[in-house]
C-alpha cells in the first residue's frame, strides 16, 4: 500500500529514533532538522520503505542514511558488526557517488571518535568497530575490487550497471546476504527509462539471492506523480503492492525566478542588438551574484556563451564550460572549482542538471526553455543551496514562442506543478539481459521466474506469451539464427519446464556487454556518386531523418537520400529551405503537462484579448497601439518583466486580428498558406500544441492520410507546436477532405498505420540495433575485442530482415517498436488527442492564410534555427510580419 506521511515528527521523536552519539554527533552540527528529515529518520528507523522528494539542499543524503547509520553502529556497539555490506546506495551518477562517499566518510569518523571517547580502551575488548563505506564502480581499480572482496565495506555505493555484475559473482555475493537496506538516489533519472528498469530487476534478483527482503529507500528532487515512483522502488510481492510511504517536502524551499525579454520588441529589432542585450543582461546577473550557473540545452550553445563572455567582458578561468562533450577530467575539474567557489560563471548544456554537488551558487539562468517544468526546477534548485536559503533563477527569451512557453513553465513553478514521467513497461531487451544473467546462478523454474519477474513493477503485466518468446529466443529455438551468428545464451527445456546456463563463453559475453546505454558515434557524411566527405553528424540526428528532408552543415544545404551502416549519402539542397535544424537531436522535447498548460493559457488569454478588441474596437496595429491596463493585470500575475508583458500581448493581438483565432488546448487550427515566399510548395500549418513527441507521431498519421488522398510525396516539419506539412502547390487541403482523413485517423488501427510508415526509416533500424544489443543478438564486444558501431550497425540490419522472415511479431522487434512507439514517439497520448477529436471535446478548423499567420511563423521557419542561418531567419521572419501588419492595417 502507498501512503503519505501527513505531518512530521517532533525533533524529540526524530533524534530519539538515533542512538546516543549518532543523535550527539547530529546536535554538534547541525541547529535543527531540515523538512523530509523531521519525517525521514522516524520512518526509517521503523524499517518502513520511504520515497523521500525534496529540493537539493535540504539534507537529502542524511534524511536517507542517518537512521541506517544509527542501526549499523547499534550493531557495532554489541560487538557484532561483520565485514559484510548491510546497506547498498545507488545512483547513475559515478560523480555523484563519490560525493556520498565523501560526504559521509566524515560523519561516521565522527561518531566513531564520540564512541571512542565514551568507551576508551573498551572499544577493543568489546569489538565496536567503526562503519565503513566504500564505491564499486566502472572506475574502481582491480586492486579496490580485490580488497572488497576480501574486507567489503558496510555501506557500498555504486551504480546499476555495477549492481547487476556483483549479482553475478558467485564471491562477492556471499558479502551481500546481510543487505538491510538499499538506497536508490536521483530516482527521477532513472525511473524513466531502461536503465532504471534494468536497475528494478536487479533489486528484486538480489532479494531472490538473498532470501530476504529489505528495506528500499528512494530520493528525488522532483517526482510526479510521486505513487508512480513509490511502486518503481517497491514493486509488488506476488499480487499485493509492497507497502511505501511517502515524504513529500519537494516545495520546501522558496523561489525567486522570473522570464526576461531583453529588448522591448523581438521582430523589429536587428540580431546584433538582441544579442548585445542577451549578454549586457548575462554580464549584469554573474557581476551581482558571487557563483551564476547558465544552462543553454546545447552543447554548441555552452561554447558560444562561453566564448562571448570571455570576448566581450574580459573574464578569464573564472568562466568555464561543462558539457558531455568535454573529458571526464575537464568536468571533473569544473565541478571541483564550484565546490571551492572559484568560479564566478559555469556555463553547461544540461550537464548540471542533477544531484552531483556543486556547492553554493546564487544565480541561475536558463537561456531559452528547457522544455519542462520538472527540469527548471531541477535547475533552478541547484541555487540556495541551504533549505533556508531562496532559489534564485532568470530565464532569458529570444523568441515570442519561448516566451510564452516559460512565462506558464515558471508559473506553473510557484503552482507546485510538475510534468509526469513514464515507467517504461515491459522492455523485452532489458529482461533479455537479466534471464541470461539469472541462469549463471542456478537453474530455474518457469514459474518460479516469471513470478520473480513480475514483482518488478515495470514488469507486473508481462504476458506469459512474451515471457516464453524471449526464452525461446535465447535459447535458441528460432530457426535460422544460428546461420547468422546469434547463438543460444540458456538452455530451456520444455518438459521440465527450466532453464539455465548453456556454453562457456555465455557469462564473458553477458559481463561484456551488459547495460542500457547503446554506443553511438558520429556518421559520416558524403555526397552521392563521390567519394567527398563533407563532414559528420550525430547518429541521433540521422535517426531523425528520412529520404528528403534538408539540413546544412558547414554552412550549405543537403538532402538526405539514404545511409549505409555509419556512412550517410546527400545531395546538393541548393533552392530549398532547411526541414530540420542540425540541433534537432539535441533538442529536448516539450513535456506533455506543459503543452495543455501553455494551450489553456492560450484559450483564456486569447478570449480576454478578444473582447478586448470588441470592446475597444480594436482593427490596426499602430506605434501608439498600447496595452489595457486589464491586459496588464491579467498578464502581471506571471513572473516576467514589462518587456515579455508588452510582446505576449502583441502577440495575441496580431494573431487574433489577422487569423481571427488562437490554437489551444481544445482547438487544433489548421492554416493552409497561400505565399511560401516564392516557393513550389503549399504549406499546411497544424498548430497542434502537444510537444514534439505526440506531434512526431500525428505529423506522420497526418502525412501518410494526405499522401493516399493527393497521390504526391508528403514533406513533415516537427516541434513543440505543431508540424507544417508541404505538397506541391497545385495541391490544395478542402475541408471534405479533412473531415475523410480525421475520420479514417479517428476510426482505423494507428499502430499498424505508423508500423508500415517506420519500418524502412532510419530510426527503425538506428533503434533495432540498440534494442539488439540490448538483448545480446549484436554483441558490442566480444572476447574483449570491442566491435565497431558500423559493424554493429551492418549486423543488425540483416539480422532485422532476417527476424522478420522467422517471426513478424519476434521479440526484439516487438521491443523496437514499443520503445519508438512509447519511448520515442508518445503513441498513449496520441490516442488520448484523437479521442477527445472523435469525442468533440476536442474541435479542429481549416482556415486559408495569405501569407502565415503569426503563430505559424517560427515553425515554418524552424528549419532555418541554427547559428548559420539565424540571421537569414530573422530577416524572413521580419519580412512576414511586415506583410501580416500590412494585412491588418488594410
Same mark, same amino acid.
Given at each position: 500500500?502507498?501512503?503519505?506521511?501527513?505531518?512530521?515528527?517532533?525533533?524529540?521523536?526524530?533524534?530519539?529514533?538515533?542512538?546516543?552519539?549518532?543523535?550527539?554527533?547530529?546536535?554538534?552540527?547541525?541547529?535543527?532538522?531540515?523538512?523530509?528529515?523531521?519525517?525521514?529518520?522516524?520512518?526509517?528507523?521503523?524499517? /518502513?520503505? =520511504?520515497?523521500?522528494?525534496?529540493?537539493?539542499?535540504?539534507?537529502?543524503?542524511?534524511?536517507?542514511?542517518?537512521?541506517?547509520?544509527?542501526?549499523?553502529?547499534?550493531?557495532?556497539?554489541?560487538?557484532?558488526?561483520?565485514?559484510?555490506?548491510?546497506?547498498?546506495?545507488?545512483?547513475?551518477?559515478?560523480?555523484?557517488?563519490?560525493?556520498?562517499?565523501?560526504?559521509?566518510?566524515?560523519?561516521?569518523?565522527?561518531?566513531?571518535?564520540?564512541?571512542?571517547?565514551?568507551?576508551?580502551?573498551?572499544?577493543?575488548?568489546?569489538?565496536?568497530?567503526?562503519?565503513?563505506?566504500?564505491?564499486?564502480?566502472?572506475?574502481?581499480?582491480?586492486?579496490?575490487?580485490?580488497?572488497?572482496?576480501?574486507?567489503?565495506?558496510?555501506?557500498?555505493?555504486?551504480?546499476?550497471?555495477?549492481?547487476?555484475?556483483?549479482?553475478?559473482?558467485? +564471491?562477492?555475493?556471499?558479502?551481500?546476504?546481510?543487505?538491510?537496506?538499499?538506497?536508490?538516489?536521483?530516482?527521477?533519472?532513472?525511473?524513466?527509462?531502461? $536503465?532504471?528498469?534494468?536497475?528494478?530487476?536487479?533489486?528484486?534478483?538480489?532479494?531472490?539471492?538473498?532470501?530476504?527482503?529489505?528495506?528500499?529507500?528512494?530520493?528525488?528532487?522532483?517526482?510526479?506523480?510521486?505513487?508512480?515512483?513509490?511502486?518503481?522502488?517497491?514493486?509488488?510481492?506476488?499480487?499485493?503492492?509492497?507497502?511505501?510511504?511517502?515524504?513529500?517536502?519537494?516545495?520546501?524551499?522558496?523561489?525567486?525566478?522570473?522570464?526576461?525579454?531583453?529588448?522591448?520588441? /523581438?521582430?523589429?529589432?536587428?540580431?546584433?542588438?538582441?544579442?548585445?542585450?542577451?549578454?549586457?543582461?548575462?554580464?549584469?546577473?554573474?557581476?551581482?551574484?558571487?557563483?551564476?550557473?547558465?544552462?543553454?540545452?546545447?552543447?554548441?550553445?555552452?561554447?558560444?556563451?562561453?566564448?562571448?563572455?570571455?570576448?566581450?567582458?574580459?573574464?578569464?578561468?573564472?568562466?568555464?564550460?561543462?558539457?558531455?562533450?568535454?573529458?571526464?577530467?575537464?568536468?571533473?575539474?569544473?565541478?571541483?572549482?564550484?565546490?571551492?567557489?572559484? @568560479?564566478?560563471?559555469?556555463?553547461?548544456?544540461?550537464?548540471?542538471?542533477?544531484?552531483?554537488?556543486?556547492?553554493?551558487?546564487?544565480? =541561475?539562468?536558463?537561456?531559452?526553455?528547457?522544455?519542462?517544468?520538472?527540469?527548471?526546477?531541477?535547475?533552478?534548485? $541547484?541555487?540556495?543551496?541551504?533549505?533556508?536559503?531562496?532559489?534564485?533563477?532568470?530565464?532569458?527569451?529570444?523568441?515570442?514562442?519561448?516566451?510564452?512557453?516559460?512565462?506558464?513553465?515558471?508559473?506553473?513553478?510557484?503552482? &507546485?506543478?510538475?510534468?509526469?514521467?513514464?515507467?517504461?513497461?515491459?522492455?523485452?531487451?532489458?529482461?533479455?539481459?537479466?534471464?541470461?544473467?539469472?541462469?549463471?546462478?542456478?537453474?530455474?523454474?518457469?514459474?518460479?521466474?516469471?513470478?520473480?519477474?513480475?514483482?518488478?513493477?515495470?514488469?507486473?503485466?508481462?504476458?506469459?506469451?512474451?515471457?516464453?518468446?524471449?526464452?525461446?529466443?535465447?535459447?535458441?529455438?528460432?530457426?535460422?539464427?544460428?546461420?547468422?551468428?546469434?547463438?543460444? +545464451?540458456?538452455?530451456?527445456?520444455?518438459?521440465?519446464?527450466?532453464?539455465?546456463?548453456?556454453?562457456?563463453?555465455?557469462?564473458?559475453?553477458?559481463?561484456?556487454?551488459?547495460?542500457?546505454?547503446?554506443?553511438?558515434?558520429?556518421?559520416?557524411?558524403?555526397?552521392?556518386?563521390?567519394?567527398?566527405?563533407?563532414?559528420?553528424?550525430?547518429?541521433?540526428?540521422?535517426?531523425?531523418?528520412? !529520404? %528528403?528532408?534538408?539540413?546544412?552543415?558547414?554552412?550549405?544545404?543537403?538532402?538526405?537520400?539514404?545511409?549505409?551502416?555509419?556512412?550517410?549519402?546527400?545531395?546538393?539542397?541548393?533552392?530549398?529551405?532547411?526541414?530540420?535544424?542540425?540541433?534537432?537531436?539535441?533538442?529536448?522535447?516539450?513535456?506533455?503537462?506543459?503543452?495543455?498548460?501553455?494551450? *489553456?493559457?492560450?484559450?483564456?488569454?486569447?478570449?480576454?484579448?478578444?473582447?478586448?478588441?470588441?470592446?475597444?474596437?480594436?482593427?490596426?496595429?499602430?506605434?501608439?497601439?498600447?496595452?489595457?491596463?486589464?491586459?496588464?493585470?491579467?498578464?502581471?500575475?506571471?513572473?516576467?518583466?514589462?518587456?515579455?508583458?508588452?510582446?505576449?500581448?502583441?502577440?495575441?493581438?496580431?494573431?487574433?486580428?489577422?487569423? &481571427? *483565432?488562437?490554437?489551444?488546448?481544445?482547438?487544433?487550427?489548421?492554416?493552409?498558406?497561400?505565399?511560401?515566399?516564392?516557393?513550389?510548395?503549399?504549406?499546411?500549418?497544424?498548430?497542434?500544441?502537444? %510537444?514534439?513527441?505526440?506531434?512526431?507521431?500525428?505529423?506522420?498519421?497526418?502525412?501518410?492520410?494526405?499522401?493516399?488522398?493527393?497521390?504526391?510525396?508528403?514533406?513533415?516539419?516537427?516541434?513543440?507546436?505543431?508540424?507544417?506539412?508541404? /505538397?506541391?502547390?497545385?495541391?490544395?487541403?478542402?475541408?471534405?477532405?479533412?473531415?475523410?482523413?480525421?475520420?479514417?485517423?479517428?476510426?482505423?488501427?494507428?499502430?499498424?498505420?505508423?508500423?508500415?510508415?517506420?519500418?524502412?526509416?532510419?530510426? /527503425?533500424?538506428?533503434?533495432?540495433?540498440?534494442?539488439?544489443?540490448?538483448?545480446?543478438?549484436?554483441?558490442?564486444?566480444?572476447?574483449?575485442?570491442?566491435?565497431?558501431?558500423?559493424?554493429? !550497425?551492418?549486423?543488425? !540490419?540483416?539480422?532485422?530482415?532476417?527476424?522478420?522472415?522467422?517471426?513478424?511479431?519476434?521479440?526484439?522487434?516487438?521491443?523496437?517498436?514499443?520503445?519508438?512507439?512509447?519511448?520515442?514517439?508518445?503513441?498513449?497520448?496520441?490516442?488520448?488527442?484523437?479521442?477527445?477529436?472523435?469525442?468533440?471535446?476536442?474541435?479542429?478548423? @481549416?482556415?486559408?492564410?495569405?501569407?502565415?499567420?503569426?503563430?505559424?511563423?517560427?515553425?515554418?521557419?524552424?528549419?532555418?534555427?541554427?547559428?548559420?542561418?539565424?540571421?537569414?531567419?530573422?530577416?524572413?521572419?521580419?519580412?512576414?510580419?511586415?506583410?501580416?501588419?500590412?494585412?491588418?492595417?488594410?
Amino acid at each position: 500500500m502507498i501512503n503519505y506521511s501527513d505531518k512530521p515528527f517532533s525533533e524529540g521523536e526524530s533524534l530519539g529514533s538515533l542512538n546516543e552519539y549518532v543523535r550527539k554527533w547530529f546536535r554538534n552540527n547541525f541547529d535543527e532538522l531540515t523538512p523530509p528529515q523531521r519525517y525521514s529518520f522516524k520512518l526509517i528507523s521503523e524499517n /518502513m520503505n =520511504v520515497l523521500i522528494t525534496a529540493p537539493t539542499g535540504s539534507g537529502k543524503t542524511l534524511s536517507a542514511f542517518l537512521s541506517i547509520i544509527s542501526k549499523l553502529f547499534d550493531i557495532s556497539l554489541q560487538g557484532k558488526l561483520e565485514n559484510k555490506v548491510y546497506c547498498i546506495y545507488i545512483s547513475p551518477l559515478r560523480a555523484l557517488n563519490n560525493d556520498v562517499y565523501r560526504n559521509l566518510s566524515r560523519p561516521l569518523d565522527s561518531i566513531y571518535e564520540l564512541i571512542k571517547k565514551a568507551k576508551g580502551t573498551d572499544i577493543i575488548k568489546q569489538n565496536i568497530r567503526n562503519v565503513t563505506i566504500g564505491i564499486r564502480t566502472g572506475d574502481t581499480s582491480q586492486k579496490e575490487r580485490h580488497a572488497q572482496l576480501v574486507k567489503p565495506p558496510n555501506i557500498l555505493v555504486t551504480t546499476p550497471e555495477s549492481l547487476a555484475i556483483m549479482l553475478n559473482s558467485p +564471491k562477492f555475493v556471499e558479502n551481500l546476504n546481510e543487505v538491510g537496506y538499499v538506497i536508490v538516489d536521483e530516482i527521477h533519472e532513472l525511473a524513466n527509462n531502461k $536503465r532504471g528498469v534494468h536497475l528494478s530487476l536487479s533489486i528484486e534478483r538480489l532479494v531472490d539471492i538473498i532470501g530476504k527482503d529489505f528495506v528500499r529507500v528512494g530520493m528525488g528532487a522532483t517526482l510526479y506523480p510521486m505513487e508512480e515512483a513509490a511502486k518503481f522502488l517497491v514493486g509488488f510481492d506476488g499480487d499485493e503492492l509492497r507497502d511505501c510511504t511517502i515524504v513529500d517536502a519537494s516545495w520546501s524551499k522558496k523561489l525567486d525566478i522570473k522570464v526576461l525579454s531583453p529588448v522591448k520588441d /523581438m521582430i523589429n529589432t536587428d540580431d546584433k542588438e538582441i544579442e548585445d542585450a542577451m549578454y549586457e543582461e548575462l554580464n549584469s546577473v554573474i557581476k551581482r551574484s558571487k557563483t551564476t550557473l547558465i544552462f543553454t540545452n546545447t552543447r554548441s550553445g555552452t561554447e558560444r556563451v562561453v566564448f562571448n563572455l570571455k570576448h566581450r567582458f574580459k573574464y578569464g578561468e573564472d568562466v568555464a564550460a561543462h558539457h558531455g562533450s568535454l573529458s571526464r577530467e575537464s568536468r571533473l575539474e569544473v565541478e571541483e572549482l564550484l565546490k571551492k567557489g572559484s @568560479l564566478k560563471c559555469a556555463v553547461s548544456s544540461t550537464s548540471l542538471e542533477l544531484g552531483i554537488d556543486v556547492g553554493a551558487i546564487d544565480d =541561475v539562468v536558463q537561456l531559452g526553455s528547457p522544455k519542462s517544468v520538472t527540469r527548471s526546477v531541477q535547475r533552478i534548485g $541547484r541555487s540556495g543551496h541551504s533549505f533556508r536559503s531562496t532559489a534564485k533563477g532568470e530565464t532569458i527569451v529570444l523568441n515570442r514562442d519561448d516566451l510564452i512557453e516559460c512565462s506558464i513553465m515558471l508559473d506553473a513553478m510557484l503552482k &507546485h506543478h510538475l510534468d509526469s514521467f513514464i515507467v517504461p513497461k515491459n522492455a523485452l531487451d532489458v529482461l533479455a539481459q537479466h534471464i541470461v544473467g539469472m541462469s549463471f546462478t542456478k537453474k530455474w523454474d518457469i514459474d518460479e521466474a516469471y513470478a520473480l519477474i513480475k514483482n518488478v513493477y515495470a514488469y507486473h503485466t508481462l504476458s506469459k506469451s512474451d515471457f516464453m518468446s524471449l526464452i525461446n529466443y535465447l535459447s535458441g529455438a528460432y530457426v535460422g539464427l544460428e546461420s547468422r551468428h546469434v547463438y543460444g +545464451k540458456i538452455w530451456y527445456d520444455a518438459k521440465e519446464n527450466m532453464f539455465g546456463k548453456r556454453g562457456k563463453y555465455t557469462k564473458v559475453i553477458y559481463m561484456l556487454n551488459l547495460g542500457t546505454i547503446p554506443d553511438e558515434v558520429s556518421v559520416n557524411v558524403f555526397l552521392t556518386g563521390t567519394a567527398r566527405w563533407i563532414g559528420n553528424i550525430e547518429e541521433e540526428f540521422l535517426s531523425r531523418m528520412k !529520404q %528528403g528532408d534538408i539540413f546544412s552543415l558547414g554552412g550549405r544545404l543537403y538532402r538526405f537520400e539514404y545511409a549505409r551502416g555509419m556512412k550517410c549519402y546527400v545531395s546538393d539542397a541548393k533552392s530549398s529551405s532547411p526541414t530540420i535544424p542540425p540541433w534537432f537531436s539535441e533538442q529536448l522535447p516539450l513535456s506533455y503537462e506543459l503543452a495543455n498548460e501553455i494551450g *489553456a493559457f492560450r484559450r483564456e488569454f486569447a478570449a480576454l484579448v478578444s473582447s478586448q478588441i470588441k470592446k475597444s474596437r480594436i482593427s490596426r496595429i499602430t506605434k501608439t497601439t498600447r496595452m489595457p491596463n486589464s491586459i496588464n493585470e491579467y498578464l502581471g500575475k506571471l513572473p516576467v518583466d514589462s518587456n515579455s508583458r508588452a510582446a505576449i500581448y502583441g502577440y495575441f493581438l496580431e494573431q487574433l486580428l489577422f487569423a &481571427h *483565432a488562437v490554437p489551444n488546448d481544445k482547438l487544433i487550427l489548421i492554416e493552409q498558406v497561400e505565399d511560401t515566399g516564392g516557393q513550389d510548395l503549399r504549406y499546411i500549418v497544424f498548430h497542434s500544441l502537444f %510537444g514534439r513527441r505526440v506531434n512526431d507521431a500525428l505529423s506522420r498519421l497526418f502525412a501518410i492520410e494526405l499522401r493516399e488522398v493527393t497521390d504526391n510525396d508528403i514533406g513533415v516539419m516537427v516541434n513543440d507546436n505543431g508540424f507544417v506539412l508541404s /505538397m506541391p502547390k497545385e495541391e490544395r487541403l478542402n475541408s471534405k477532405m479533412l473531415d475523410g482523413i480525421i475520420a479514417d485517423l479517428t476510426a482505423g488501427d494507428m499502430a499498424s498505420m505508423l508500423r508500415l510508415n517506420i519500418r524502412n526509416t532510419e530510426m /527503425m533500424k538506428r533503434r533495432f540495433r540498440h534494442v539488439a544489443a540490448r538483448s545480446f543478438m549484436v554483441l558490442k564486444n566480444y572476447k574483449g575485442w570491442k566491435i565497431s558501431v558500423g559493424r554493429q !550497425q551492418v549486423s543488425a !540490419q540483416l539480422l532485422l530482415k532476417a527476424a522478420e522472415g522467422i517471426d513478424p511479431n519476434f521479440p526484439i522487434i516487438k521491443e523496437t517498436y514499443r520503445e519508438i512507439f512509447e519511448d520515442v514517439m508518445d503513441m498513449p497520448r496520441t490516442n488520448e488527442v484523437l479521442s477527445k477529436i472523435k469525442s468533440g471535446k476536442m474541435r479542429y478548423k @481549416l482556415i486559408n492564410t495569405p501569407v502565415p499567420s503569426p503563430f505559424a511563423q517560427l515553425m515554418i521557419t524552424f528549419g532555418q534555427a541554427d547559428a548559420i542561418l539565424m540571421k537569414e531567419r530573422h530577416e524572413y521572419l521580419k519580412h512576414l510580419h511586415d506583410l501580416v501588419i500590412k494585412r491588418i492595417n488594410g
